[in-house]
């Protein structure tokens, strides 16, 4: 079987490397070099595929700090994640154990036959780079930057390609969004990030990190729309963490009723 993922080119210098339809990753090209963002669980051989479209040196940076989007860095000798997700709870995530369990459990990544056998064991001792949101990644006659957009998790990042008017935004906008994991925000501390993405993609194209990729405006402001609306409906935090869905149909929010607000 190739487990080299297929690579498609969404335009221009700026590749959809899909991880047998667990994650999309994606690969943005410049002059001088080429930035990787997020790697897959890494049940696959994804530096093959970055170095079947390019020979320039690869810089890999992590949208946040999930199993399945930091999984595959053991192929990399380097990755950058911002620091809010450099906690164990992220650490752990990275573990070839947590990479096993993932895969087995992933019903996408299966009916393309790949299962927890097929997890690789980390070729790298890879180090982890904290960054903030403002770091710029020069790829020589472009910049990309990353954008704090907590949510998700607390750490959630998306990568701002002006030139290209790119936007990637990981998982924190999307159908089905998950902000009830350990890690996450309040629902309150999300809205801003989802709201900033909202108006930066009136201006750019969105691509997230699974299933269809691309989000559009109508769906980001239908999401935005469903964020405030939970504010509204709540007056303050549960004591215990109920996990709720709304609205309820299979593309809702999860959050928790015990993080609805900051506090
Ligand atoms: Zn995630």
Redo the contacts with the bound molecule.
Sequence with gaps: MNSVPPVTELMKDVYLINEFDGTNCYLVTGSDCALLIDCGTGFCDIRSAVENVTNLPVVLVAT?G?V??IGGAGQFKEMYIHRADTALINRIQKSFPARRIFTAGNEAVKRNGFGAKNVKKDEYKTKWIPIDGGHAFDLGNKEIIAVHTPG??KGSIALVDKKDRVIFS??NVCDAL?LH?PGRTSVEEWLPSAEWLLEASRENKVYW?HRVPMLTSEYISKVVGWGREILQMHTKNSLLPVTAQYPEQIDGILYKTNTVFKK
């Design positions: 946040h999930h399945d989007h998700h998790t990981g998982d998950w994991l990190g």
